[in-house]
Structures are given as C-alpha cells and as structure tokens.
C-alpha cells in the first residue's frame, strides 16, 4: 500500500468517526475494496455514556470460561446450569477489555454478591486502550452472581455479573 492510499485510509477514517458522532450512532462498520487482494475493512465504535439496559447480544464463551472460578459456592443459584447470558438480569459488557473489581489494587470491590445496587452505581471497571471505562448498573436491584474474576479478559456482550 502505498503512503497516498495510507493517507486516504487515514482520512476515511476519521471522516467514519464524525459520522458516527454526528449521527448519535454507536457502531459503523465498512469495507473498502480496492482491487481483487487488496481491501480495507473498518469497525469504527463508542459506548454511549448512559446504559438503560443491556444490549441484546449473543454473549461469547470467553467471561463464561473464568465464571466458575468468581462464583463462590454461596452464590450458586438454581439457574447455575442454564447459560448466565440468558439470564434476564444478565449485565454485559459493552466492550472488549480487561475487568477490574475495585477502584485499586488492594482497595474493596465496588460490589459483591447480595450486595444491593441503584441504576448507575459503579459496578466494576473495564479498561479499554489505556482508558479506565467505569461500567454502570443498568437497573437497581441485588447482586446475585459476579460472573468473571479481577483482570479477566472480556468480550462484548460477555456477561459480567446478575443483578435481580
């Protein structure tokens, strides 16, 4: 690729970034083609500062894998078996990052299970590209399960915890 269509690509993306911004969007995603091998494909994202509920999103095994060593035997429900993503009280996450319990290290969690909660209390903290994202609850209610350890890994649309 030459530094013209590097330059290009460089504007076009920004250009994609305004128009996410301008038109209230949350996501946009294109491919450019340029020849039979050669092709850009561009996601441009933001989250959007107010969480009123859960995306609905097919939830990925990453969070699902490091969920039984978070759940304390205390916590285990009777839905235990059933796919935690499912869960109507299922908070995902809203991007791909690395969870953080508490506010520092050796500082308490914001939450824990039993714990009750309102709409926009920190819940935990995902960092994203060097950015600490606080991640709000998106209802008030009860902590019933946290569903990944402290810096776990996560998926969009992983499920992080259960609030009831």
Do not use: W
């Not at 993306?13 to 995603?29: F, G, V």
């Not at 490091?66 to 299922?90: F, I, L, M, N, R």
């Amino acid at each position: 690729m030459s530094k013209k269509n590097h330059d290009d690509d460089v504007a076009f993306i920004k250009a994609l970034a305004e128009m996410l911004n301008e038109n209230d969007l949350t996501e946009l995603q294109v491919k450019r083609e340029y020849g039979d091998a050669d092709c850009l494909n561009v996601r441009v994202s933001r989250q959007k500062v107010a969480i009123a509920a859960p995306a609905p999103v097919a939830a990925t095994p990453v969070a699902a894998a490091s969920a039984p060593a978070a759940a304390a035997p205390t916590e285990k429900s009777a839905d235990s078996a059933e796919d935690p993503a499912d869960h109507p009280g299922a908070v995902k996450s809203p991007m791909v990052g690395t969870v953080y319990m508490q506010a520092e290290p050796g500082a308490s969690s914001f939450v824990s299970p039993g714990q009750q909660v309102s709409e926009g209390d920190t819940l935990l903290i995902i960092e994203a590209m060097k950015t600490m994202n606080h991640i709000p609850a998106p209802r008030g209610g009860t902590v019933k399960r946290i569903l990944v350890d402290d810096g776990a890994t996560v998926e969009y649309g992983s499920p992080l915890m259960i609030i009831e």
